[in-house]
């Protein structure tokens, strides 16, 4: 079985191939040119250079969030694209859990992605058995709850993602001898650990619709937001609505 994953969902763009056994390549960029631009030419490279054609490809797997939503956008539909065209099985791993799948056999785990406004998307992980296990699935929240809820609960930890980096400093103020940062390599989502996490699933009987599978943002857009706020949208009156928008 062939495995074809990417993640769009930070300013890196990252693919990787792999069958049951290995990763056969991998390739990750973080660069100006948008995953528009850079990720299909990045796949057929890599494809290219490994000797294989896309519709080799058994399985496909995709970093469905969260994360930018202009990234995951691409990233999921190109995926389903390539499910659909060949009617290949299709499988979204969450981001966050991605991320810490790069930190293997440590106790806590927490990967942080910057939400901006002082929120990261987060979650909390541990490995048992050699298997990664959820003690919080990934959210949003402010970085100060976040790291006051480490402090009270948790020791040896280690952080990782764009938002550890991003909120350093007070990380270390806050944690200070219960904390370690990851090194620079493990420090974004890897395609390699999608693969790697939609395999098990795979295996384990799990499949997404190539129809119905879509980003999880966890939270919405900057568009939306504004648009609230200037009024455009009544997010109570929608719930009273059925979800309608009002006229």
């Not at 694209?81 to 969450?94: E, P, T």
């Not at 970085?143 to 402090?151: A, G, Q, S, Y």
Request: hydrophobic share 40%; with cysteine.
């Amino acid at each position: 079985m062939k495995i074809l994953a990417i993640d769009t969902s930070t300013m890196i763009a990252s693919c990787a191939v792999m069958d049951e056994n290995r990763v056969l390549g991998e390739f990750s960029l973080s660069q100006e040119m948008s995953h528009s631009e850079s990720l299909v030419p990045m796949i057929d490279q890599m494809l290219k250079g490994l000797n294989i054609r896309i519709r080799d490809i058994d399985l496909y797997a995709v970093a469905i969030g969260p994360g930018s939503f202009t990234g995951l956008r691409i990233g999921v539909a190109t995926v389903k694209a390539f499910a659909h065209i060949f009617d290949k099985a299709i499988i979204g791993v969450s981001t966050i859990e991605g991320l810490a799948f790069n930190l293997p056999y440590n106790e806590i785990v927490v990967p942080m992605i910057d939400a901006r406004r002082n929120r990261v998307y987060n979650g909390i992980y541990t490995w048992k058995d050699g298997q990664l296990k959820t003690i919080m699935d990934a959210n949003a929240m402010d970085i100060d709850l976040l790291l006051e809820k480490l402090d009270k609960n948790y020791d040896n930890i280690v952080v990782n993602g764009g938002g550890s980096i991003v909120y350093r400093e007070k990380i270390k103020e806050r944690l200070k001898d219960k904390l370690e940062f990851s090194s620079l390599g493990l420090n974004y989502c890897r395609a390699s650990s999608i693969g790697e996490i939609a395999l098990k699933k795979y295996n384990d009987g799990y499949r997404d619709d190539y129809y119905t599978i879509v980003p999880d943002y966890l939270r919405k857009s900057q568009a939306e937001r504004e648009l609230e706020k200037r009024g455009n949208i009544d997010g109570d009156n929608c719930k009273a609505d059925g979800g309608k928008r009002p006229r």
